[in-house]
């Protein structure tokens, strides 16, 4: 006895047909009736005297072969998976294109999007705005006198005083005369830094029995103090500053020996030599010599100094014209 299936005597039912097999059912359908046409046309001449098609060799009668208007759809066998189902199985990025132009284009566009949003995120953030402001390298003028000057807003944005910070370095250069130079730099994401260069202090200026100090571009400081600080040398009777540098220039070129020999620079013209200088000791003794004839006559002030020593004698190293010694007027009393 044979088993019935559930399924058995129940037709399949009918898979839709995709793209591909509605156009070649439609092909079919067109290519049967031009074939249909063609037979109505030579089938007259078949009736004169034209062969039986069935007497035809079997080629020539499957080329001439009919198919009715009316006949079913000839059923096409579906592969088991088609390219749109490969391609739903597949990634999404394994169906993109591999272009690498495309991608350079969607990179592109995606920059062009992304650049104001980060551009707009980060004037709104915090660190668009200045945070601190430190000075370093400061000695004679105060921190609170620097920051003042240069005014840097903290809390304000801080690109805009960025780009000023030339104009901000040439206030504080002209408003404080002990600043040589400074720059502003970044100290992090959105912090200053003031970072100060200052003049030298090269000698000390004696007027009154108190003293100011003179800078390395021969500008005297309007301070007064009751002593010179250090070993500098003190200046005394000098009123402009063109004569001051050119002394201090000369000063430069001495042995450290002969400059920490040197006690006091005075400035004392006569009306034979306006440049004359009476240079002061720390050994007792008096140099006089000129200006212009500073660094190369002092040199020799060593040997002389020797000669003098075996005579046992203190006294003055006239170095305007030529170089000799003679003690002080009292010791040729004594």
Same mark, same amino acid.
């Given at each position: 006895?044979?088993?019935?299936?559930? @399924?058995?005597?129940?037709?399949?039912?009918? $898979?839709?047909?995709? +793209?591909? /097999?509605?156009?070649?059912?439609?092909?079919?359908?067109?290519?049967?009736?031009?074939?249909?046409?063609?037979?109505?046309?030579?089938?007259?001449?078949?009736?004169?005297?034209?062969?039986?098609?069935?007497?035809?060799?079997?080629?020539?009668?499957?080329?001439? #072969?009919?198919?009715?208007?009316?006949?079913?759809?000839?059923?096409?066998?579906?592969?088991?998976? *088609? *390219?749109?189902?490969?391609?739903?199985?597949? +990634?999404?990025?394994? $169906?993109?294109?591999?272009?690498? #132009?495309?991608?350079?284009?969607?990179?592109?566009?995606?920059?062009?999007?992304?650049? +104001?949003?980060?551009?707009?995120?980060?004037?709104?953030?915090?660190?668009? $705005?200045?945070?601190?402001?430190?000075? %370093?390298?400061?000695?004679?003028?105060?921190?609170?006198? &620097? %920051?003042?000057?240069?005014?840097?807003?903290?809390?304000?944005?801080?690109?805009?005083?960025?780009?000023? $910070?030339?104009?901000?370095?040439?206030?504080?250069?002209?408003?404080?005369?002990?600043?040589?130079?400074?720059? &502003? *730099?970044?100290?992090?994401?959105?912090?200053?830094?003031?970072?100060?260069?200052?003049?030298?202090?090269?000698?000390?200026?004696?007027?009154?029995?108190?003293?100011?100090?003179?800078?390395? @571009?021969?500008?005297?400081?309007?301070?007064?103090?009751?002593?010179?600080?250090? =070993?500098?040398? &003190?200046?005394?009777?000098?009123?402009?500053?063109?004569?001051?540098?050119?002394?201090?220039?000369?000063?430069?070129?001495?042995?450290?020996?002969? /400059?920490?020999?040197?006690? /006091? &620079?005075?400035?004392?013209? *006569?009306?034979?030599?306006?440049?004359?200088?009476?240079?002061?000791?720390?050994?007792? @003794?008096?140099?006089?010599?000129?200006?212009? %004839?500073?660094?190369?006559?002092?040199?020799?002030? +060593?040997?002389?100094?020797?000669?003098? @020593?075996?005579?046992?004698?203190?006294?003055?190293? =006239?170095?305007?014209?030529?170089?000799?010694?003679?003690?002080?007027?009292?010791?040729?009393?004594?």
């Amino acid at each position: 006895m044979r088993i019935i299936s559930k @399924n058995e005597g129940k037709q399949p039912k009918k $898979r839709p047909l995709t +793209p591909w /097999q509605q156009a070649n059912l439609e092909y079919m359908k067109k290519k049967a009736a031009e074939t249909k046409k063609q037979a109505e046309k030579k089938a007259p001449e078949a009736e004169k005297g034209s062969a039986p098609a069935e007497n035809l060799p079997a080629e020539k009668s499957a080329e001439k #072969k009919v198919f009715p208007a009316d006949a079913p759809p000839v059923p096409i066998d579906e592969p088991a998976d *088609t *390219t749109d189902d490969l391609e739903e199985k597949l +990634p999404f990025f394994d $169906r993109l294109p591999k272009d690498r #132009k495309l991608y350079q284009r969607m990179g592109l566009l995606i920059g062009m999007f992304l650049l +104001p949003l980060v551009v707009l995120g980060y004037y709104i953030s915090p660190f668009s $705005r200045l945070a601190g402001v430190r000075v %370093e390298n400061n000695e004679h003028v105060s921190k609170a006198a &620097i %920051e003042k000057t240069v005014d840097l807003q903290v809390g304000e944005n801080l690109w805009p005083q960025y780009f000023e $910070r030339q104009a901000k370095v040439a206030q504080l250069k002209k408003k404080e005369a002990r600043i040589k130079n400074a720059a &502003i *730099t970044f100290n992090g994401a959105n912090r200053f830094v003031i970072n100060v260069t200052e003049y030298k202090e090269v000698a000390f200026l004696e007027h009154n029995g108190k003293y100011s100090p003179i800078i390395e @571009n021969g500008q005297i400081m309007p301070v007064d103090q009751k002593k010179a600080a250090g =070993d500098l040398p &003190i200046l005394e009777n000098f009123k402009g500053s063109k004569r001051i540098l050119a002394v201090l220039s000369r000063y430069k070129k001495l042995s450290e020996e002969i /400059q920490q020999g040197i006690s /006091q &620079i005075k400035f004392a013209p *006569t009306t034979e030599n306006d440049e004359l200088l009476q240079i002061f000791m720390n050994d007792g @003794n008096q140099v006089l010599v000129s200006i212009t %004839e500073l660094d190369q006559k002092m040199k020799y002030y +060593p040997q002389v100094v020797k000669q003098m @020593n075996k005579a046992k004698m203190q006294g003055v190293v =006239d170095m305007e014209a030529g170089i000799y010694s003679y003690p002080y007027p009292h010791e040729k009393k004594n």
